[in-house]
Nanobody, 128 residues
């Protein structure tokens, strides 16, 4: 069983930066093969995919964050990062880390049900 804990959220002004981290523990022997994703959910809105990275470190981003956010993974440290630059008020949300089998990263969709483990989230608030 995989346990995910997010950190790094906080309050930041528009145009600023934040770096989120997701620490993976538990059954980490397969971590290197996981499809790891970052999702976010703003109040009153559905949870949406933000970025994901596969075992070959190929990445995919939502159109709304392309060019501003970067996902990366430290396989030795069992950690996934989300570098958020030039943030906007519309980036304000609870950010969640999730793990899936490698097949999830091969899909064109951001199907939440494909992810078998989720963290509890870290809150990001961007002020204008």
């Amino acid at each position: 069983q995989v346990h995910l804990v997010e950190s790094g959220g906080g309050s930041v002004q528009a145009g600023g930066s934040l770096r989120l981290a997701c620490a993976v523990s538990g059954s980490t022997a397969s971590f290197a093969s996981y499809c790891m994703g970052w999702f976010r959910q703003a109040p009153g809105k559905q949870r949406e995919g933000v970025a994901r990275i596969d075992d070959w470190e190929h990445t995919k981003y939502a159109d709304s964050v392309k060019g501003r956010f970067t996902i990366s993974r430290d396989k030795r440290g069992n950690t996934v990062f989300l570098q958020m630059n030039t943030v906007k008020p519309e980036d304000s949300a609870m950010y969640y880390c999730a793990a899936a089998s490698s097949n999830a990263c091969a899909s064109d969709s951001w199907l939440l049900s494909s992810y078998h483990a989720w963290g509890k989230g870290t809150l990001v608030t961007v002020s204008s």
